[in-house]
């Protein structure tokens, strides 16, 4: 069984910067594609981004691209999404998740393993 702790989330000015992580425990994920999803009030939760399990692809939805970085290590169990440039509309509850085949997807129920979120909030 993966348990997965997300942390680094606060509030934040427009324009901003945070850096959330995801600790991994119970085993290693070395082998796992992880990925970030985030879910604002009301809405539905949806992808951000994803990693496979050696780093050697990544994907972003198209709002985050070229703001958003999606990094492991996996020496670490830890995977990151650094977030720059940081708008309102980048507000929500960033989750963390886990596929134990390795692969990353931008689909939700593609992912085995969650975590219970940090909330970012930023402020115009």
């Known amino acids: 069984q993966v348990q997965l702790a997300e942390s680094g989330g606060g509030l934040v000015q427009a324009g901003g910067s945070l850096r959330l992580s995801c600790a991994a425990s119970?085993?290693?994920?070395?082998?796992?594609?992880m990925a970030w999803f985030r879910q604002a009030p009301g809405k539905e939760r949806e992808f951000v981004a994803a990693?496979?399990?050696?780093?050697?692809?990544?994907f972003y939805t198209d709002s985050v691209k070229g703001r958003f970085t999606i990094s492991r290590e996996n020496a670490k169990n830890t995977v990151y999404l650094q977030m720059n440039s940081l708008k309102p509309e980048d507000t929500a509850d960033y989750y963390c998740?886990?596929?134990?085949?390795?692969?990353?997807?931008?689909?939700?129920?593609?992912?085995?393993?969650w975590g219970q979120g940090t909330q970012v909030t930023v402020s115009s």
């Open positions: 990693i496979t399990w050696n780093s050697g692809n990544t």
């Open positions: 119970g085993r290693t994920v070395r082998g796992y594609g």
């Open positions: 998740a886990a596929n134990r085949y390795g692969i990353a997807t931008m689909q939700l129920y593609d992912y085995d393993y």
